[in-house]
């Protein structure tokens, strides 16, 4: 039991198994809905990645309504924070803040595996979804249809 604002709660345990948790698997990453904010009530969203060695990702962006944290479980991760991309290797932790500029890849020669923190838990699947399912069928976008994308998806890029 944990207490909670003066009074004895039982906790809230909802057990997915493991073949039950999403996983968008392409060349270069794959990424498994751990406890999207569907699950968590909308407290918050944990997504694990996993990327292959020099894999890219995100360039510089920001997020105007959820904030961010990275969690190095193994490998290393190249964060971008502060103006410049930084190396963070297992066990290191990186918060960035509703609105802070960060980006992150894999310039290492080995896989790195990293969790992702949002919170609160918007539903942050739905762009790795769009995202998995523009590269899979090798669909064309404009610059508008990107502009779009990324707005539905609180993805402002620099």
């Known amino acids: 039991m944990s207490y909670l604002t003066g009074t004895l709660h039982d906790p809230l345990v909802t057990p997915r198994p ?3 948790v ?3 698997r392409g060349p270069a990453n794959a990424v498994r809905f751990v406890a999207p904010g569907s699950v968590t009530q909308g407290e918050f969203g944990l997504f694990e990645h996993q990327m292959q060695a020099h894999a890219g990702g ?3 962006h920001y997020h105007q309504t959820f904030s961010e944290s990275f969690y ?3 490998g290393e ?3 971008y924070a502060d103006g410049a991309w930084r190396q963070a290797g297992g066990g290191d932790f990186a918060y960035v803040s509703r609105g802070g500029v960060h980006g992150f890849r894999n310039d290492s020669d080995q896989p ?6 949002f919170a609160p838990g ?4 739905r762009y790795f979804t769009e995202l998995h399912e523009i590269r899979e069928t090798g669909r064309t976008m404009t610059d508008q ?3 779009d994308l990324y707005a539905r998806h609180d993805q402002v890029n620099l």
């Open 58 to 60: 995100p360039g510089p």
């Open 112 to 117: 790195t595996s990293f969790l992702i923190l």
């Open 77 to 79: 991760l190249t964060l």
């Open 122 to 125: 918007i539903a942050r699947e």
């Open 145 to 147: 249809e990107w502009a």
């Open 72 to 74: 190095v479980v193994s």
């Open 22 to 24: 999403p996983v968008l």
């Open 18 to 20: 493991l073949a039950e």
